[in-house]
C-alpha cells in the first residue's frame, strides 16, 4: 500500500496542510504528518529526506512559508516526487516569497508546486501519481473527478 508523507515547517502550517491529510484520507490513500523545520531542525530535514524511500513513501508532500525551503531542500535528499505547498505565513510577502522559493528550482532538483496554501490540490496530486500504478487508486480519482462534473452540471441546473 502506498503512504504518503506530509511535512510542514511548523505547526502554524497545519490549518492549510489539513486539506492534503483530508483528501487522502477520503481516497483511502495513508499519510504519516510530520513538522520538519529547515531551519530549526536540519539534522531531522537529512534524515527524513535521505530516507524516506526505505519508510514506505511513494511521494512527500512539503508545506512551508517565508523563505519556504523545506519543499526544495526534501526534494535535493530525495529521490520520490517532492509536491511543494506555498504557505501564506505571518512573516511572508502576500505569500510571494514561498511560492517563488518553492517554484524556481535549479535544474535538477524538481518540485512539483501548487497554489498558495493549495494543500488540497497537493494530495489530489499525490493521489494521481500513486492511481498511475494503483487501478485501486485511480478508480477513485477517476469517482472524484466526475462527482466534481456531476456537481457543476447539478449548480448549472439550479441557475435556470
Not at 502576500?94 to 518540485?111: F, K, N, R, Y
Amino acid at each position: 500500500m502506498s503512504k504518503v508523507g506530509i511535512i510542514m515547517g511548523s505547526k502554524s502550517d497545519l490549518p492549510v496542510m489539513q486539506e492534503a491529510i483530508d483528501i487522502l484520507k477520503d481516497f483511502k490513500i495513508e499519510v504519516e504528518v510530520d513538522i520538519v523545520s529547515a531551519h530549526r531542525t536540519p539534522e531531522k530535514l537529512f534524515d527524513y529526506g535521505k530516507y524516506a524511500h526505505t519508510r514506505g513513501f511513494s511521494v512527500i508532500i512539503a508545506g512551508a512559508g517565508g523563505a519556504a525551503h523545506l519543499p526544495g531542500m526534501i526534494a535535493s535528499l530525495s529521490p520520490l516526487p517532492v509536491i511543494g505547498v506555498p504557505v501564506k505565513s505571518s512573516n511572508s510577502i502576500d505569500g510571494w516569497d514561498s511560492i517563488l522559493s518553492i517554484l524556481q528550482m535549479p535544474g535538477g532538483v524538481p518540485v512539483a508546486t501548487v497554489a498558495l496554501n493549495g494543500a488540497k490540490n497537493a494530495g489530489i496530486l499525490a493521489a494521481q501519481i500513486i492511481g498511475s500504478s494503483d487501478a485501486a487508486v485511480l478508480d477513485k480519482i477517476i469517482a472524484y473527478k466526475e462527482a466534481l462534473k456531476a456537481k457543476v452540471i447539478e449548480s448549472a441546473k439550479d441557475l435556470k
